[in-house]
């Protein structure tokens, strides 16, 4: 065998910085209610969410995400030109081929590798393990990862069951080279014995044949099950893999699936009270591969969290998949 040259990058990797773009259309509750036989009250109660947002005039996937990734770039410091791969996660972008993500890089004045990754609502966190993996490697030096749904265009407005969790945004995050680990190891898994637990109501195929539209269908008590059991396991997982015990942790930022999933993730993990929790659910509804990204870039924004705290990610959806990481807050 022949031995050949192999690369090394930097020693470690941190997040340079967090955007996010939040769609100008809002859906209250109320206006839900004209959808779906409901409440507001009981849409609160079961999920925390008062309003979400949803695409507005001329705001899609695409401008969601560049609108996000140009502000990650900015505030990274960095040109386009010197991003050696955009990843973006969706699952609502329109086109099967070519990626949004070779789409964006050339929009951005990047030349890097491009793809897209299909993880639903882990899809960020998915994205910042390879970020992470590629910065290490020395096969990127700087990584762009999108998250960006516009989940409103595949969510039947009269399921009673889905309607109002889900809604539109984007985020995005640059990973580049650190003298300090900003970055732990990523855990993540799937479980495709329960891929029914979210799925579509109908394949593309036969939606095209039939000139309808493959709608999120979900078994909500199953992936609710699922979400406050095994999920919030992984969640201390993630934190073992970094070596931090509970009350080493400033921030966490759970996927905004539900704040009742949130809320069992707290009591499994047992985090410290003055521990600030995301729940951008409450104005956001849940934005799939946005959510992680969207609630950093606001719990930073508002003052709740500062650069350089310590948080825990974890995204888990369709798939089933999960994924998370303690990272360093940019
Ligand atoms: C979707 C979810 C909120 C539904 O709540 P639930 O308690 O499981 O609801 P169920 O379907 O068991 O119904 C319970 C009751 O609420 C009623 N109900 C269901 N949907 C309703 C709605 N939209 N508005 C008002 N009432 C509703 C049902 O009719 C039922 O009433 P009954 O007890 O009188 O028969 C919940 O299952 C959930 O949060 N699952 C996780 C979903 C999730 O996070 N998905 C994203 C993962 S990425």
Not at 293 to 311: N, V, W, Y
Request: glycine share 10%; proline share 3%.
């Amino acid at each position: 065998m022949t031995a050949l040259t192999a690369r090394t990058g930097s020693p470690f990797a941190k997040l340079l910085s967090v955007a996010s773009f939040v769609p100008s259309r809002v859906v209250d509750n109320a206006e839900m209610c004209t959808y779906i036989d409901s409440s507001d009250e009981w849409i609160q109660q079961r999920t925390g969410i008062a309003e979400r947002r949803w695409v507005g005039e001329g705001e899609n996937v695409e401008t969601m995400a560049l609108d996000a990734a140009r502000t990650a770039v900015e505030r990274a410091g960095i040109d386009g030109s010197e991003l050696g791969a955009v990843i973006v996660s969706t699952v609502t972008y329109y086109h099967q081929t070519p990626s949004l993500a070779a789409k964006l890089a050339f929009q951005l004045g990047s030349t890097g590798a491009a793809f897209d990754i299909s993880a639903a609502c882990a899809g960020f966190c998915y994205g910042i393990g390879q970020a992470e993996s590629l910065v290490r490697s020395g096969a990127a030096k700087y990584v762009l990862v999108i998250g960006v749904e516009e989940l409103s265009r595949f969510t039947d407005i009269h399921d009673r069951g889905t309607a109002f969790l889900f809604a539109d945004g984007a985020g995005a995050a640059v990973v580049g080279p650190s003298d300090v680990n900003g970055i732990g190891p990523v855990v993540w898994g799937s479980d495709g014995g329960q891929a029914s637990a979210i799925t579509q109501t109908v394949e593309w195929s036969e939606a095209l044949e039939g000139g309808t539209t493959p709608y999120i269908a979900m078994d909500g008590r199953a992936v609710f099950k699922w979400a406050s059991g095994f999920i919030a396991d992984a969640a201390r997982h993630v934190l073992d893999a970094a070596g931090l015990t509970p009350d080493q942790l400033d921030v966490f930022i759970p996927h905004q699936a539900n704040n009742r999933i949130t809320d069992a993730m707290l009591r499994s993990l047992k985090l410290p009270e003055h521990i600030v929790v995301a729940r951008t659910i409450r104005q956001f509804g849940n934005n799939s591969a946005a959510s992680v990204p969207m609630a950093m870039d606001q719990l930073l924004s508002t003052g709740e969290a500062k650069k350089g705290q310590t948080a825990l990610l974890i995204g888990f959806g369709a798939g089933l998949v999960y994924a998370g990481q303690v990272v360093t807050l940019p």
